[in-house]
């Protein structure tokens, strides 16, 4: 079955660190560029962050920047989103989906199924 999975999400204090993971199954994550989103309850989703299928381009959301690292590691067909510094509002389930490269088009080959990021005190 061709997906990708998100994993490491969980319940944080605020000023902690996650770092999620976005694993490929059934497919090559090299030969694509991999977006993470967030959608916090009744808020629309909102883009973070996307890598290109090298790892050589990266951006980020002005609200994640200085904040949120991602990166990958195309020989564990794997994409990181490290998190550090969280804030409350920071709180959503978080996705990650495919794309050929890193663009403004809402169509995507792949997405996860997301994982809760929860930062309370």
């Known amino acids: 079955q061709l997906q990708l999975v998100e994993s490491g999400g969980g319940l944080v204090q605020p000023g902690g660190s996650l770092r999620l993971s976005c694993a490929a199954s059934g497919f090559t994550l090299s030969y694509y560029a991999i977006h993470w989103f967030r959608q916090a309850p009744g808020k629309e989703r909102e883009g973070l962050s996307c890598?290109?299928?090298?790892?050589?381009?990266?951006n980020y959301a002005d609200s994640v920047k200085g904040r949120f690292t991602i990166s990958r590691d195309n020989a564990k067909n794997t994409v990181y989103l490290q998190m550090n510094s969280l804030k409350s509002e920071d709180t959503a389930v978080y996705y990650c989906?495919?794309?050929?490269?890193?663009?403004?088009?809402?169509?995507?080959?792949?997405w996860g199924q997301g994982t809760q990021v929860t930062v309370s005190s």
């Open positions: 890598i290109s299928n090298s790892g050589v381009s990266t």
């Open positions: 989906a495919a794309q050929g490269y890193c663009s403004g088009s809402a169509e995507f080959d792949f």
